[in-house]
């Protein structure tokens, strides 16, 4: 009997823990803050989303790259030249590999919303809420945010109607539908969120009639429908999702862009040393003083890897880079036991 309590006391325990997992206004991005991204687009039809509810595990252990790699990079809106379109707006992401820009407000109320995803080409889109999620969040929790955009034409060419009002009214659902373990290719999470967000979306098309000064519903409204889901990750402490899956109206996956290597930000690249590397800036060559043997990576300023692996004995070691374009990299190398040293330096 004794064991029997013991057991159930250690299970309720664990999962009382365990549900507690939350999402909090520091699991959002920051200013400065960059995430290296690799992309798998090579689905069969019968990939999913995994299930959803507790103490789940999502293996997507076996995604690959297929070559693609995106960063996304975090500033704040105020430095953008089209803050003034967006003066509500805190931060702004970019995208290197959608090449997009994203407007969005962070505050200390726990409020997360999206204004405009992504700019237009003009960079003129309507300031309209797409997403809104409200902090702490955990498992279970929703938020409904709604949103309409109204747009009256004018009309000269049609001798029945003077002008069309097209109304979009917009439902955006965000919901933390599961809890538990995540396996990605490169890290598992031990403790994540994950999050389903989908949008509902009603069109309705007027006509105005410059004889009965009216409006009415026009015979040719397209039908209404909903935005095809996507599915987002988080694991505590991570500063911005670590997976985002998106999905067909069959709810099969399409895409899977997935965290790549550490978070980089330009505060924490500041306070790098470089005393190991010199000369600095160089040209073609750079030599690198080890303490140990050592395998050294570098990594250009979007956080892609440019040279991996590369072997570094104890004393001064010659590395060519005269292949690298111009610009700031960032190395890295670790030793057999442990000792790490990092740096950058400017190729020019």
């Known amino acids: 009997m004794k064991k029997i309590l013991f057991l159930t006391t250690t299970i309720l325990c664990a999962v009382s823990a365990f549900s507690q997992v939350t999402l909090n206004l520091s699991d959002l991005p920051k200013a400065w803050e960059k995430y290296i991204y690799a992309r798998d687009t090579s689905f069969s039809s019968s990939v999913s989303a995994g299930a959803g509810g507790t103490n789940q595990v999502w293996d997507y252990s076996t995604l690959f790259s297929a070559n693609q790699y995106d960063t996304i990079k975090y500033s704040r809106a105020q430095d953008n030249a089209k803050y003034s379109q967006y003066p509500n707006a805190t931060l702004v992401s970019y995208s290197t590999l959608g090449k997009s820009e994203s407007f969005m407000k962070i505050d200390a109320t726990g409020s997360w919303s999206y204004f405009a995803n992504p ?163 160089a040209t073609n060559m750079i030599y690198i003083n080890a303490e140990e043997n050592q395998q050294l990576n570098i990594y250009n300023a979007e956080g892609k890897q440019v040279l991996s692996n590369t072997k570094l004995l104890k004393g001064i070691n010659t590395i060519n880079i005269s292949n690298l374009e111009n610009g700031i990299y960032f190395y890295s190398g670790i030793a057999t036991h442990g000792t790490v040293i990092n740096g950058k330096f400017l190729k020019q």
């Open 119 to 281: 700019l237009d080409t003009a960079g003129t889109a309507s300031i309209i809420q797409v997403h809104t999620m409200k902090l702490p969040m955990n498992y279970g929790g929703k938020v409904d945010d709604s949103f309409k955009l109204v747009q009256t034409i004018a009309v000269d060419t049609i001798p029945f109607l003077d002008s069309i009002r097209i109304s979009v009214s917009n439902i955006s659902h965000t919901f933390i539908d599961g809890w538990g373990q995540l396996k990605l290719p490169n890290k598992t999470y031990s403790n994540c969120l994950r999050m389903k967000m989908w949008n509902d979306q009603v069109v309705k098309i007027e006509i105005h009639s410059p004889f009965t000064k009216k409006w009415s519903a026009a015979p040719f409204a397209p039908p209404s429908n909903g935005y095809n889901p996507q599915y987002l990750f988080w694991a505590q402490g991570e500063g911005d999702k670590v997976l985002q899956m998106n999905a067909d109206s069959n709810n099969n996956i399409q895409r899977a862009d997935y965290r790549e290597g550490a978070v980089t930000g330009l505060n924490a690249i500041a306070n790098i040393s470089s005393n190991n590397v010199y000369p600095n800036p």
